[in-house]
Structures are given as C-alpha cells and as structure tokens.
C-alpha cells in the first residue's frame, strides 16, 4: 500500500521560512517523479513544484521561484519543499504527489499539511 505522510506545515509570519517534507513508502521511490500542490482557500489545488526520477531536475512555477526549493533524498524515501521569504498568499494545504514519469496523472497523494503565513 502506497502511502505519503506530508510533515513541518505550521504558522509562521511574512518573511519567514518552512521546509516541508514527505516521506514515501509502498513503491519504488527513485523510479518516481515528486510534486508538490497547494490549495488555498477558495481556490483550486495547483502544482508548486515537482522533480523528476531519473535526473532530479527540479521544476517550479514562477510564483515560488527563487524563494521555493524541491529535492529529493533517495536513500530516505523523502522529498522536501524549503520554503523561504514566505508571503500571506502561500497560505495553503500543501500536497505531496507521486507519478511514474513525465505526462503520466498523479496517482499517490498525501493529506496534506497546513501553511499559514499572516502579517
């Protein structure tokens, strides 16, 4: 049974900084592409990150670039978000994803863990 366990959401203020981690079990983590989602409050779940199997080349949407950092540790069945220079609109449940490869769906997902980042 595949099972993702998303860990390290809390409340933090502007300008501070998280690192979420989700630890995989149940499948075959190196030959896996990671993401991770978020889904703010009234609005609909959106890819923030996501890193490939074969050459962990890290993909982040511009909304996060250059303050968000995906990788992976392999040996540890874990990828991780750092999360820097927080703002109030990365408010959100953040969402661990797992898929084969490129272009195929998502098909593991986390519980998700609360970020909340106020004033």
């Known amino acids: 049974q595949v099972e993702l366990v998303e860990s390290g959401g809390g409340s933090v203020q502007v300008g501070g900084s998280l690192r979420l981690s989700c630890v995989a079990s149940?499948?075959?983590?190196?030959?896996?592409?990671f993401g991770w989602f978020r889904r703010a409050p009234g609005k609909e779940r959106e890819l923030v990150a996501r890193i490939d199997w074969r050459y962990s080349v890290p993909f982040h949407v511009d909304a996060v670039q250059g303050r968000f950092t995906i990788s992976r540790d392999n040996a540890k069945n874990t990828v991780y978000l750092q999360m820097n220079s927080l703002k109030p609109e990365d408010t959100a449940v953040y969402y661990c994803?797992?898929?084969?490869?490129?272009?195929?769906?998502?098909?593991?997902w986390g519980q998700g863990t609360q970020v909340t980042v106020s004033p």
């Open positions: 149940g499948l075959t983590f190196d030959r896996k592409d």
């Open positions: 994803a797992a898929r084969a490869a490129d272009y195929h769906p998502w098909e593991h």
